[in-house]
Each structure stands twice: as structure tokens, then as C-alpha cells.
């Protein structure tokens, strides 16, 4: 062991990433990152570089692959432009708590904060919007700056890390040696589970009548999704699941209600207003989850409990705060837990679902069998898929109606823009998801608008043979502004109709499978023929120009304001 | 009510970290009245006092923000009669005082300061104090007209308990 040859930092970068376990690196070179991409050129049997073709292509394929696969997901790009590409990526990622390790190049540091070429401030501009950062202007600094990076962006609330390097670091040579960070003092990721709360808990779920479980990401983000559903059976609790914990619960699962918030479904909202105590689990009662708070949940007590401390009584001032791990506190809840039939409260369910069907759902499609509506897509999608693909959305009325007739059977399955709702995420996200699960299938589900923000991913998508499947719900119009417009704003268009391109040579130039559907009578076979494809597979569906996702609690209405139809 | 709420927090020291605090108030659009940063009692921990006009519902909240800074060990926030605070102030006085009698002597007696410079065309007078009595000591100067420069410090604070207890452990 003794007298290792030196190595320089580009190539130590690469051999703590590795020893960080990663696998699949999304990135784009430039002048400031030249050196690590020279050592990348002798790594290509460890690590799989992914040229995407945007920087932000290459931000969200990295949260798409950490999404899916639970693993940290790493972007490396250049300084200056290829920095600020990302931003929009790490704000993403750190309002859905998604782990990232974004490395960016910077000037040399004898050049630091001289204007020099391509020199931006990389750490200012990413401080607000990561979980933390750091530059890094030494070689001998990067092995702990990554494994510090990893321990941070995974632990905990998993949130985006910005490792900021010097050029002079990546060319420097020294003493290399990997060691993990598992502790640093000021930061305590794990906290301790106070037993008196879990039982103050128990004892408040086993006397409730009406009591609800609130399922969020933090479910998925702890492993816990089988704790979860031991927990709510033991107990004969219902599950509802905000946006960002779709698929955590199979749809399935007898005692799942539905989807919370603006766009979700009656039943969960309905039951929200008039349960007697709420369990929220791993999340964090956004506005849209919520609607107007001051009616929020009227008559329940409420329970919280979430790994982040800074959520309990942010925005809803609740009466049992709980600050643990989702997975330890629902274990150790269940222990005390006691059975309740509660099959008239589950009623409410079934009641609210029946209402949902016959004014929502049923009047969606077309009896003529022409016009078709993004339910038809969606839920013949999930037909077809059987609810075991992957479905990574975009923003939009095509992600609500994803997340609203889409099914699944398994965890991690459901990819969406939750708190930054950025356009232009799904296209990259999905790839990046495909990549991570290469034998699931993974669908992309896209307007016309958002689309077109990343469509040259398609590149990437081509050289790299991504089976990736995508489906753009093209409606002519950024059709969610639309339906503001047309509900809130006297049905004044301004500026959301779209000129569109057409869209299937666009894949075909980029030598994808495609086809347009435009007649219902066609979209179950042009599904079925997406599902099949052995590779990548783009198709356009071209749905109704002017319809609305409903139900809809109206922005800063109570979730018993909810409007179901025009 | 909105007061005045008065952050105490210990930090790795380490660049950044006053970036990343002072970013969680200008979020909140929250103006900083005052803010001392400087090395605590222990080797490596440095100690930030910054003060604030809002309301309890909001510092609280920001506080549990101020602790998901990986590099921040230790955040409380105290309304300022918990604390002992104490502020230095200099008072850059015209060198006519010296010819009005008495007025040395009650700036330095009554006021319980003292003369650090003097100089046929200023006098330097410091005073440590609590905030108002500084405060006071300048209105003083000012109406008599011979004031010609103020500064003052941040607040130097401890707690009537001991806060850095549990960094010890560390
Ligand atoms: C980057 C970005 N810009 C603007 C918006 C605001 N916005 C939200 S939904 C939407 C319309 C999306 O249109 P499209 O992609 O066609 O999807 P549709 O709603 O028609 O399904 C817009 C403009 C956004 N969410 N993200
Ligand atoms: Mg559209």
C-alpha cells in the first residue's frame, strides 16, 4: 500500500464517485470540466457517461434516475452556462426532496471573482436552492467533498448538493484514499424516535372513528412503503396519497382512497373534511394539498409525522408533531395498534368514488367513439401496461390526468414535477428513469407545450438507445393555463394556443418509431402497439383542444369548494 | 405582535454558512437589524447574534429552518429580556464640550462612559450599555448640539443560562 503513485483530481473525482456506487453519470462538457472528462474517457467500463443535450436534460435525467432507482443521481457539467443550465434542476429537486450530486466546473481559483471567462457564481446562485454546496479549489479536497456530497444529498430529507471544482483541482496530483462520511457533528439526519409520542399516537388512532392516513413521498423516500401498509391493515386505517406519493400504495389496495389536493379525487378530499383524526406521513401539507387552511380539515386532531423538522407546524399547525423516520414511527405504532372494523367510515369512499365516476369519469369519453380525452389515454394506458410501467409526467392537465387514471402495482412508479411543477421535465426525467430501471417499462407523458422545452433529449434518446415509450397528449394549448382562463379569467386565451410542429417527424428524424392517433376508434391499438415496441416509441394523440381536468378545488378554496364540472 | 426576536446560533465555521442564514431572512423578506459573528468559547464554533423585527410564529418557523443548515450545531431565538446584552458605542463629540463646565463630568459620571481620545478638535467618548441607554446617552448629545459622529456595535449577549452547555459535548 505504501507509496501509491499520485493521482490528479479529475481522476480521484471518478474513483470516489465509483466508490459512492455510482453507475450512470448525465452530462455535458465544456472548457472548465475538460479534465474530468479526459479521465471519463478511460472509465467508460465503470461508469456509464450519458451525453444529454441540454444541461437541464442532463439535471432532470439525474432525478429521474434517482427517483426511480432510490439511488443518489449525479450530473457533471461545465461552469458559467452549464452551471446556471442546472438551476432550474436543483430547485426542482430540492423542493421534491430528490438526492443529486451536481458537479460543476469553475475557473481556475487563482481567477476566482476576476469575471473570467465562463466564470459564474455557482455556489451564490445554487446556495438557496440546495440541500448544500461546496467548492471545492484543492485536489486533495475532492475525496471528502464527495463523500460528504453522498452523505448529505441521501440522508435525512434527501435534497440536491452542488460540489463546485476549481480547474486547478481537477489537474492538481496527490495522495488519494476514499473514505465514506457517516457522521458529521452539526448535522443529525436520523432522528431519535420518542416512544411517549408513538404512544400518544396509538392511543389516538385506536380511539378514532373517522381517521385517515396521508401518505407522502417521505414513504417512498424511507423505504417504508411495507411498514406503511402493515400499519394501516393492522389498524383498519383508509390511505390517501398526496402527488408526490403516488404509487406508494398500490391502487389496488382495499383501503387506498384515492389522490389528495387541487386535482385529486373526491373521496380523499371528502374524507379529509370530515375525518376525526388525520395521520400524515412523509409530507408536508402544501398549498395545493390543503387548499385554504383555515377550513382545512375541520374536525380531525392531526398527527404529523416527518423526518424534517422544519415541516412539523409549518403550514398546518397540527396537534401531535412528530419528528421521526416514517419507517421507524410506523413500526413502532404499529406494535400498539388495535384493529377497528371501520367499514361505514370506508363507505364514505366507496359513496364519493361512485359520484366521481358518474360526474367526472363517465361524461369524460366520447360516446361517439371520435373525440378522444386524455382520461382515454391515460386509462387505457394503464390497461395496457397492466399497471406495472413507470409513468413520468410533465406539467400540466396531462400530469393530472396521469396522476389521476394511472395505476400501479409497485413503489417508485409515479415521477412527477411536485413542488416546482416545471415544464419540460418529463422528457429527460423519464430517460433518466429508464436508464436507472432498464427492465421496467417507462412511459413519458407530455403535453404539446412541455414538450417542446426538452424535445431535444429525443437526440439522446436516439444515441443512446433508450427504450424509452412517450405519448405527447397534444391539445394546441398549454392547456392548465387555459383552463384558468376559461374558469377564472372570462375565457380570455392570452397566449396559450400553440402552433404545433408535427410532432411524429420530429421522432422520425430522430429515428424513432412513431405514429398520431386522432380517432378514438384507434387509440387502443396504437397503445398496445407503444406497449410492444422493442425500443423507443413516440406517440402523438391528439386529444380535445378545450377540455378540463376535474374535479378542481379553485387555488385558495376550502377542499369543500370542490368543482366538478364547467 | 411583531418584536424584536434575537437569533442565537453556533456554526462550524466554515465559508458560507452566513450566506446561507442571512438567505432563510431575506427569503421571508425579513430585514437583519443587527449581527455579530465571531469565534464562540470553543475552538472552531463560531457564535451569530442577529436580531430581527417579527412575529414569534415566524421566527420560530425560521429557526427550525436555520437548523436543516447542515453547517449549524445549535439555533434559539430569544426575545431581548431573556438575554443579557450588552453594545459598545463611540461618540465623536465637538471639543467645545471642554470649555461648557460640567459637561465632561456628567458624560462621564451620569452616563457612566469615558473619554478614549481627545484632541483640540474632537473628543472620543465610549460607553458599553444596554441599547437604550445608549440610545439615550446620543439623544442627550444631540440636542446639545455637539455631536458629530455615532457608531455602535452588534449586541454581545449570554444567556442568564448557559447556551453553550451542550456544544461542550461536542
Ligand atoms: C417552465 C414552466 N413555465 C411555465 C409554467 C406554467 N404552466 C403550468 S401548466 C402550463 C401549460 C402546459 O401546457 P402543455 O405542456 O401543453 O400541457 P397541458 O396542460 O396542455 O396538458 C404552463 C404554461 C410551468 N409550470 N413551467
Ligand atoms: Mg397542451
Known amino acids: 500500500m505504501a507509496n501509491k503513485p499520485k493521482i490528479k483530481g479529475a481522476e480521484a473525482l471518478l474513483l470516489s464517485l465509483i466508490a459512492e456506487g455510482t453507475d450512470t453519470i448525465f452530462g455535458y462538457p465544456g472548457g472548465q470540466v475538460i479534465p474530468i472528462y479526459d479521465h471519463l474517457y478511460h472509465f467508460t467500463d465503470r461508469i456509464n457517461h450519458i451525453l444529454t443535450r441540454h444541461e437541464q436534460g442532463a439535471v432532470h435525467a439525474a432525478q429521474g434516475y434517482a427517483r426511480a432507482t432510490g439511488k443518489v443521481g449525479v450530473c457533471l457539467v461545465t461552469s458559467g452556462p452549464g452551471a446556471t443550465n442546472l438551476v432550474t434542476g436543483i430547485a426542482d429537486a430540492m423542493l421534491d426532496s430528490t438526492p443529486l450530486v451536481c458537479i460543476t466546473g469553475q475557473v481556475p481559483c487563482s481567477l476566482l471573482g476576476t469575471d473570467a471567462f465562463q466564470e459564474a457564481d455557482t455556489i451564490s446562485m445554487t446556495m438557496p436552492i440546495s440541500k448544500w454546496n461546496y467548492q471545492v479549489t484543492q485536489a486533495s479536497e475532492i475525496p471528502s467533498a464527495i463523500a460528504r456530497a453522498f452523505y448529505i444529498a441521501r440522508s435525512g430529507r434527501p435534497g440536491p448538493v452542488v460540489i463546485d471544482i476549481s480547474k486547478n483541482a481537477q489537474v492538481e496530483e496527490f495522495d488519494f484514499s476514499y473514505k465514506p462520511c457517516i457522521y458529521l457533528r452539526s448535522y443529525k439526519p436520523h432522528p431519535e424516535l420518542d416512544l411517549t409520542l408513538i404512544d400518544q399516537a ?67 378530499n371528502e374524507m379529509t373534511q370530515r375525518s376525526d383524526l388525520i395521520i400524515a406521513v412523509g409530507m408536508r401539507f402544501s398549498d395545493r394539498v390543503t387548499g385554504d387552511v383555515k377550513n382545512y380539515a375541520p374536525n380531525a386532531k392531526i398527527i404529523h409525522i416527518d423526518v424534517d423538522a422544519a415541516e412539523l407546524n409549518k403550514n398546518i399547525k397540527v396537534d401531535l408533531p412528530i419528528h421521526a423516520d416514517a419507517a421507524d414511527a410506523l413500526e413502532a405504532m404499529k406494535r400498539g395498534i388495535s384493529y377497528k372494523d371501520r367499514s361505514k367510515w370506508m363507505a364514505v369512499a366507496a359513496e364519493n368514488n361512485k359520484k366521481e365516476y358518474e360526474d367526472v369519469v363517465l361524461p369524460s369519453t366520447d360516446p361517439q367513439g371520435e373525440y378522444i380525452s386524455m382520461y382515454d389515454v391515460i386509462s387505457t394506458l394503464a ?36 413542488g416546482l411543477g416545471t415544464m419540460g421535465f418529463g422528457l429527460p426525467a ?38 424509452l415509450k412517450m405519448i405527447v397528449l397534444n391539445n394546441t394549448y398549454l392547456g392548465m ?72 378545488v379553485p387555488a385558495g378554496a376550502s377542499l369543500s369548494d370542490t368543482i366538478c364540472k364547467e | 405582535m411583531v418584536k424584536e426576536y434575537i437569533v442565537i446560533a453556533f456554526t462550524e465555521n466554515q465559508i458560507g454558512v452566513l450566506n446561507r442564514i442571512t438567505a432563510l431572512y431575506l427569503r421571508r423578506k425579513i430585514n437583519i437589524e443587527s449581527l455579530k459573528v465571531s469565534e464562540s468559547s470553543i475552538k472552531g464554533i463560531s457564535m451569530f447574534v442577529i436580531s430581527a423585527f417579527t412575529t414569534q410564529e415566524i421566527i420560530e418557523k425560521l429557526v427550525r429552518q436555520l437548523r436543516n443548515i447542515v453547517e449549524v450545531i445549535q439555533v ?95
Not at chain 1, 409526467?393 to 387514471?405: C, E, H, I, L
Open chain 1, 430 to 467: 423519464a430517460m433518466g428513469a429508464k436508464l436507472g430501471v432498464p427492465d421496467r417499462e417507462v412511459v413519458a407523458i407530455m403535453g404539446d407545450g412541455g414538450f417542446q422545452m426538452t424535445m431535444q433529449e429525443l437526440g439522446t434518446i436516439m444515441q443512446n438507445h433508450i427504450g
Open chain 2, 76 to 170: 434559539e431565538y430569544y426575545s431581548d429580556d431573556e438575554l443579557i446584552t450588552q453594545e459598545i458605542a463611540l461618540y465623536k463629540i465637538s471639543s467645545k464640550i471642554v470649555r461648557e463646565s460640567g459637561m465632561v463630568d456628567m458624560i462621564i459620571r451620569s452616563w457612566n462612559a469615558r473619554i478614549i481620545e481627545m484632541n483640540p478638535s474632537f473628543v472620543v467618548v465610549e460607553k458599553t450599555g444596554t441599547r437604550e441607554e445608549i440610545e439615550n446617552l446620543r439623544t442627550e448629545l444631540e440636542t446639545r448640539k455637539v455631536l458629530l459622529e455615532f457608531t455602535r456595535s452588534g449586541s454581545v449577549v449570554l444567556h442568564r443560562e448557559s447556551m453553550e452547555n451542550t456544544l461542550n459535548q461536542l
Open chain 1, 383 to 418: 390497461e395496457v401496461e397492466k399497471g406495472n410501467a413507470v409513468i413520468v409526467t410533465d406539467v400540466g392537465q396531462n400530469q393530472m390526468f396521469s396522476a389521476r387514471y394511472s395505476k400501479f402495482n409497485q413503489t417508485r412508479s409515479f415521477i412527477t414535477s411536485g
Open chain 1, 202 to 268: 396509538v392511543q389516538m388512532i385506536n380511539a378514532a372513528d373517522k381517521p385517515l392516513l396521508l401518505v407522502g413521498q417521505g414513504v417512498k423516500l424511507a423505504n417504508a412503503e411495507s411498514k406503511l401498509l402493515e400499519f394501516a391493515e393492522a389498524a383498519g386505517v383508509p390511505m390517501a396519497s398526496t402527488l408526490m406519493g403516488i404509487s406508494a400504495v398500490p391502487n389496488n389496495h382495499p383501503l387506498f382512497v384515492g389522490n389528495l389536493g387541487m386535482h385529486g379525487n373526491l373521496a380523499a
Open chain 1, 481 to 552: 393555463v387555459r383552463q384558468w382562463q376559461q374558469l377564472f379569467f372570462g375565457k380570455r386565451y392570452s397566449f396559450t394556443q400553440l402552433e404545433n410542429p408535427d410532432f411524429p417527424s420530429i421522432a422520425a428524424a430522430y429515428g424513432i418509431a412513431n405514429r398520431r392517433v386522432e380517432r378514438l376508434s384507434d387509440l387502443k391499438a396504437a397503445i398496445q402497439e407503444l406497449a410492444d415496441a422493442p425500443g423507443a416509441y413516440f406517440l402523438e394523440v391528439d386529444v380535445l383542444p378545450e377540455e378540463n381536468v376535474f374535479p378542481m
